[in-house]
């Protein structure tokens, strides 16, 4: 069965600072990864995804992230944060395809930007 | 741009109460989900539903619950006698259901059961 684990339940950053979330991944067959956000009483925004091709992709709000099948991972990066990216980041797994399955999501890291 | 809605946003209810939540997906998207997320918890995946019937379905989802698409642009989620731990946040989202597709949720509905 497919899993996600985010290592960091919290994460503070500096306002100006670099980012990045840690996602990593089980899956058996080539995965479909998403990072989605969640502001504080909202829903889920889709922040980038990866399909297949370039491992590097660029997102929304100047988001990136790296797709390492050697290493099973998907970090999420930021070069310079900003006090509005303060939410829950979610990493998400999907079967290539997409189609009927469900996504599989991560437990979140909750990012906090200090002034 | 297009965006999937959900009615109403917040929904009170007793112990025991059936409830409906209301979800409008993308209009030319052909698969449609729900989704809870407990308090404080992650995202879970409760079923998907294609052309009219059940796609796929997790453990969460069980006889108390029942998905319909009543007509050609909503789609709901049932549970039919609530219990306190069904108390959660509830997402539906959709997609075009093409390779490679994005799956875009709704804001939510969170449902409180007393």
């Known amino acids: 069965a497919q899993s996600v684990t985010q290592p960091d339940i919290h994460i503070t950053v500096s306002e100006g600072a670099s980012l990045e979330l840690r996602c990593n991944y089980s899956?058996?067959?080539?995965?479909?990864l998403f990072w989605y956000v969640q502001s504080p009483g909202q829903g889920l925004q889709l922040l980038l995804k990866?399909?297949?091709?370039?491992?590097l992709v660029q997102g929304i709000k100047g988001f990136e992230a790296e797709f390492k099948r050697s290493q099973s991972s998907f970090n999420l990066r930021k070069p310079s944060v900003h006090w509005s990216d303060a939410a829950e980041y979610f990493c998400?797994?999907?079967?290539?395809?997409?189609?009927?399955?469900?996504?599989?999501f991560g437990k979140g890291t909750h990012l906090i930007i200090q002034p | 741009e297009p965006e999937v809605t959900q009615t109403p946003s917040h929904q009170v209810t007793q112990m025991g109460q059936e409830v409906i939540l209301r979800c409008v997906p993308i209009?030319?998207?052909?698969?449609f989900y729900w989704y809870r997320q407990i308090l404080g918890q992650k995202v879970e995946f409760l079923v998907s539903?294609?052309?009219?019937?059940?796609?796929?379905k997790s453990e969460i989802f069980d006889d108390q619950f029942s998905v319909e698409r009543p007509d050609g642009s909503n789609f709901t989620l049932k549970i039919r006698s609530t219990k306190l731990e069904d108390s959660a946040m509830y997402f539906c989202?959709?997609?075009?259901?093409?390779?490679?597709?994005?799956?875009?949720f709704g804001p939510g509905t969170r449902l409180t059961v007393l």
């Open positions: 209009s030319n998207h052909l698969y």
């Open positions: 998400a797994v999907g079967a290539l395809g997409g189609g009927a399955d469900g996504l599989t």
């Open positions: 989202a959709s997609n075009l259901g093409t390779k490679s597709d994005t799956q875009y």
């Open positions: 899956y058996g067959a080539t995965p479909y």
């Open positions: 990866y399909f297949s091709g370039d491992t």
């Open positions: 539903f294609y052309n009219n019937e059940i796609s796929e």
